[in-house]
């Protein structure tokens, strides 16, 4: 018993000596307006080769046509893309959008998805986006058959995570303190 147990330490101390390893992640959601975009951090803990980031959010044309960035984690602009459907052509369609990386240095990066054509405004984020202080169109009226669908894949990368945009945030907030209010008056009756 005392062999199993130093064995099955051994094997811990292995597990954790080999650190994270890169993955895959998804995140899908909804642009609600042409003004909308969508913010993601991915980090790598060591220098990668071949990390991968795309939509396949087009759906040959039954969707909006996203456009991606790349940002560094102080905000500076890396890349900009409009269509790029070869970073994985299983599931993107002719107007996705994303990049190969073929080499990406350890730290903290950004990740953005907006509307075409709701570019970048400048070399920062500070800059902004184009549509910035327009009056918010929702997607279904700024694009014909685009229920405002997004799916965003990370490959290669160590952890990522998502940021709703804020009219989604706003919306969930409004239904859960709604259903909340609701809950309150059905139980004082």
Not at 73 to 85: K, P, R
């Given at each position: 018993m005392k062999k199993l147990v130093v064995f099955l330490m051994a094997i811990g101390l292995l597990c954790s000596a080999a650190g994270a390893q890169a993955g895959t992640f998804n995140f899908t959601g909804n642009l609600y307006f042409h003004t909308d975009v969508v913010y993601f951090n991915f980090s790598l803990a060591n220098d990668a080769t071949n990390v991968r980031v795309w939509t396949d959010s087009f759906q040959n044309a039954a969707n909006f046509d996203p456009i991606t960035a790349l940002?560094?984690?102080?905000?500076?602009?890396?890349?900009?893309?409009?269509?790029?459907?070869?970073?994985?052509p299983l599931t993107q369609t002719y107007w996705d959008s994303g990049f190969i990386l073929p080499t990406l240095a350890a730290g903290n990066y950004q990740f953005t998805v907006a509307a075409y054509s709701n570019f970048a405004k400048g070399s920062t984020l500070a800059d902004g986006f184009s549509y910035d202080g327009q009056t918010p169109i929702p997607i279904?009226?700024?694009?014909?058959?685009?229920?405002?669908?997004?799916?965003?894949?990370?490959?290669?990368?160590?952890?990522?995570?998502?940021?709703?945009?804020?009219?989604?945030?706003?919306?969930?907030?409004?239904?859960?303190?709604?259903?909340?209010?609701?809950?309150?008056l059905k139980l004082r009756t």
């Open positions: 940002w560094t984690a102080t905000g500076n602009l890396i890349a900009e893309n409009d269509d790029n459907s070869s970073v994985n279904e009226q700024h694009w014909v058959k685009a229920p405002g669908y997004y799916s965003v894949w990370f490959d290669g990368v160590d952890q990522a995570t998502s940021n709703v945009p804020i009219p989604g945030a706003v919306w969930l907030l409004g239904s859960g303190l709604l259903a909340m209010g609701g809950l309150r």
